[in-house]
C-alpha cells in the first residue's frame, strides 16, 4: 500500500475533492481490472473515454479518481484529484509509485520507423556478453534479465514499464534497453522516465492511419529527444533526412552515426557476403553476420552506443562479431535443392525495399527472387499500394496474400496492394490470400538456387482475424514447405 499523497508527488492538480492522506493499492487505467482501494485514472482514448467508467471503477472498490473532468456527483469516501492531461499525471503517478526505477539503472530508448527491435536487442546481447546485468522492452518479448515476459505492445503502457523496470532493479539490472513507438510518445507510456539516451535509427513511411501527418509523425518521435536532460545521450543517424531534425531543441550531447555523411561515428561496407558482411568502424574492421545496409546502421548505432557508454573500443568489436541476427529478421534456411527462403519482418515499405535491396545485391547469377507478402488490417491503408509496388517491381516473381486481416477483408487489402503494381508487373503478380497456399505456391515455384523472401511477420506466431488468432509462424511454414518438395 502506498500514500496517495506521495504518489502525486509532481502531479500538477487543478482541483482536489476528499482525502488524500490515505493509502492505496494500485494504480489503473482500465477499470475492468479495479480493486478495493485502488486508483482509477481516466483516460480519453481513440475509441472510448475512461471518464465513462468512473462509476464502475468506483463499485469495484476505487479509492481515488484522477480525471480531467470532475463527475456531476461525487461519492462519499472517493477522492477525486482533477488534472489538465491524465496520460501525464499517470506517467508522474506510476513513476512515483514504483519508487521511480529508471533513475536506478541506465535506460536507452530506441526510436525510428524501422530497426528499433533490433538495435535493442543487439544491444542487450552485447551488454549481457559484456558482463553486464542487462533488461530489454522490446516488440518481441521483456527480458529482465533472463526472465522472459510476453510483449503485448512494442511500448508497453507507463504502469507495465514501471512494473518492469522495478523488477530489473530488484535483480540488480545496470542497463535496459527499451523501444519507444511513437504511439507510445504520443500516448506518454515513456513520459516521466529517466533516460540516460536515446538512438534515432530512421523515418519513413508508417502509421499515417494514426498520426495523419508524416510531419506530425516525426514530430511525435522528436518529442523523446525534446525530453532528454542535458546529463543524457542523443545519438542519431545523420544519413536520414530527419536525424537533424531530432536534434535540433535537444539538452542532451549531441552524437551522429553515418555511412555517407560526416558523422561522430562512421562505418563503410568493405564486403558483403550471404552468411555476413565486413565492415569497417573507426579504423578497424568488424565481420558480422548481419547482413545488409541497413543492418550496416543497426551495427554502428550500437557501436557508437556501447562506446558513448564507456565500453572499451576493441572488447566491442570483439563482441559484435559474435552477434547473431535477431529473430524473424532476415532469418534464412537453405534447402537440399539449394533454395533459400528469407524470413523477414519488413512490414514497411521501407523496410521491404531495403530487404530487397539486400537481397538483390547477393545475387550471383540469374536465381529468382520470389516474394510474398502482404499488408496487415486495420493499419496504415496508404502503405498496401507502396509495398505492392516494391514487391512487384523488386522482384521476379510476386506473391500478395494476407498478413493480420483482424477485421478487414483480405481480399479487399490484396486489391489495395494491387493499385500499386505497375502495368509491366502486373503478369509478376499472384495473389493468393491463404498465406500458407501463398508459401507452398513460392516453394513450388521456386527452382535451384532462387530466393524466396517470405515478408512482413517476421517473429509473429500467429495470423489474427476478426480477433481471432491463429498459430502461424513464417519460419516454419516455408521450412516444411521447401522439405516436402519432390523436385
Ligand atoms: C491505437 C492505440 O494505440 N490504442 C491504445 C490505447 O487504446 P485506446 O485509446 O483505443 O483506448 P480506448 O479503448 O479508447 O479506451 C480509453 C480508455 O478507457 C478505458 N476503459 C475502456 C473500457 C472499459 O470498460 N473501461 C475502461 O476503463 C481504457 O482502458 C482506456 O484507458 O491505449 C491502450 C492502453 O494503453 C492500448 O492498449 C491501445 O493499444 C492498442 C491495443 C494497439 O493496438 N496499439 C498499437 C497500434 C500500438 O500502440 N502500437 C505501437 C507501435 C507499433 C509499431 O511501431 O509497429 C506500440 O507501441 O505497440
Ligand atoms: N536500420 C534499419 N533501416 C531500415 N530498415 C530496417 C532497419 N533495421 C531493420 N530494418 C527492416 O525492418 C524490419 C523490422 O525491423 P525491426 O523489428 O528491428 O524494426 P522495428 O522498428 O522494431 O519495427 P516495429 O516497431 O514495427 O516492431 C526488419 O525485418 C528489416 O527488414
Redesign the pocket.
Known amino acids: 500500500m502506498k500514500l496517495l499523497k506521495d504518489i502525486l508527488y509532481g502531479v500538477s492538480l487543478s482541483a482536489v475533492s476528499g482525502d488524500t492522506g490515505v493509502m492505496v493499492n494500485q494504480i489503473h487505467f482500465d477499470s475492468r481490472k479495479v480493486e478495493m482501494d485502488d486508483v482509477f485514472v481516466a483516460i480519453r482514448g481513440t475509441v472510448t473515454d475512461g471518464h465513462e467508467y468512473i462509476q464502475k471503477a468506483i463499485d469495484l472498490g476505487a479509492r481515488a479518481i484522477v480525471c480531467e473532468e470532475l463527475p456531476e456527483l461525487v461519492v462519499n469516501g472517493v477522492t477525486y484529484l482533477q488534472v489538465n492531461d491524465c496520460n501525464s499525471a499517470l506517467a508522474v503517478i506510476a513513476s512515483n509509485f514504483y519508487e521511480n526505477p529508471s533513475k536506478n539503472l541506465k535506460l536507452i530508448g530506441v526510436t ?7 538495435v535493442t536487442t543487439l544491444l542487450y546481447n552485447l551488454f549481457k556478453k559484456a558482463g553486464f546485468k542487462v533488461g530489454l522492452i522490446s ?1 518481441i518479448k521483456v527480458l529482465v534479465d533472463d526472465i522472459v515476459h510476453k510483449a503485448t505492445h ?1 511500448t508497453p503502457d507507463v504502469i507495465t514499464i514501471n512494473d518492469y523496470l522495478s523488477k530489473m532493479n530488484d535483480v540488480g539490472v545496470e542497463y535496459c534497453f527499451m ?1 519507444v ?1 511513437s504511439h507510445g510518445i504520443h500516448q506518454k507510456r515513456a513520459e516521466g522516465l529517466y533516460f540516460e539516451g536515446a538512438i534515432f ?2 523515418l519513413s513511411h508508417d502509421h499515417l492511419d494514426y498520426h495523419k501527418t508524416f510531419a506530425e509523425y516525426r514530430d511525435t518521435k522528436k518529442k523523446l529527444f525534446d525530453g532528454l536532460p542535458k546529463t543524457a545521450f542523443a545519438l542519431v543517424n545523420i544519413d536520414d533526412k530527419n536525424g537533424p531534425v531530432m536534434l535540433q531543441n535537444t539538452k542532451a550531447k549531441k552524437y551522429t552515426y553515418a555511412l555517407k555523411s560526416f558523422a561522430d561515428y562512421r562505418a563503410q561496407i568493405l564486403e558483403k557476403q550471404f552468411n555476413g558482411q565486413l565492415l569497417k568502424v573507426d579504423e578497424n574492421e568488424l565481420w558480422s553476420k548481419l547482413i545488409g545496409d ?2 550496416a ?2 551495427l554502428l548505432a550500437i557501436y557508437a552506443t556501447a562506446d558513448i557508454l564507456g565500453l572499451e573500443k576493441m572488447e566491442i568489436l570483439r563482441l559484435m562479431s559474435e552477434l547473431e541476427n ?1 529473430d524473424g ?2 532469418q534464412y534456411y537453405i534447402s537440399k535443392e539449394r533454395i533459400t527462403a528469407i524470413v ?4 514497411t515499405p ?2 521491404l525495399k ?2 530487397l535491396v539486400t537481397i538483390n545485391a547477393l545475387r550471383t547469377g540469374n536465381e529468382n527472387v520470389i516474394t510474398v507478402v502482404g499488408c496487415g488490417g486495420d493499419r496504415d491503408k496508404s502503405k498496401r499500394p507502396v509495398m505492392g509496388h516494391i514487391a512487384s517491381e523488386m522482384s521476379d516473381q510476386a506473391i500478395f496474400t494476407s498478413d493480420n486481416p483482424r477485421t478487414e477483408s483480405p481480399k479487399t487489402i490484396i486489391e489495395e496492394m494491387e493499385t500499386g503494381v505497375e502495368p509491366q508487373n502486373t503478369r509478376k503478380v499472384l495473389s493468393i490470400e491463404n498465406r500458407r497456399q501463398a508459401i507452398n505456391t513460392a516453394c513450388k515455384l521456386a527452382m535451384a538456387n532462387d530466393i524466396i523472401l517470405v515478408a512482413g511477420k ?1 517473429h509473429e506466431t500467429y495470423q489474427e482475424t476478426n480477433g481471432v488468432r491463429v498459430d502461424f509462424d513464417d519460419f516454419k511454414e516455408v521450412k516444411e514447405a521447401l522439405k516436402s518438395l519432390k523436385k
Open positions: 525510428g520507423t524501422n530497426g528499433k527491435t533490433t516488440t512494442t523501444e513507438s535509427t530512421n541497413f543492418n546502421y543497426n535477431v529478421r532476415f523477414d519482418y519488413a512490414h521501407d523496410a531495403n530487404v517476421g
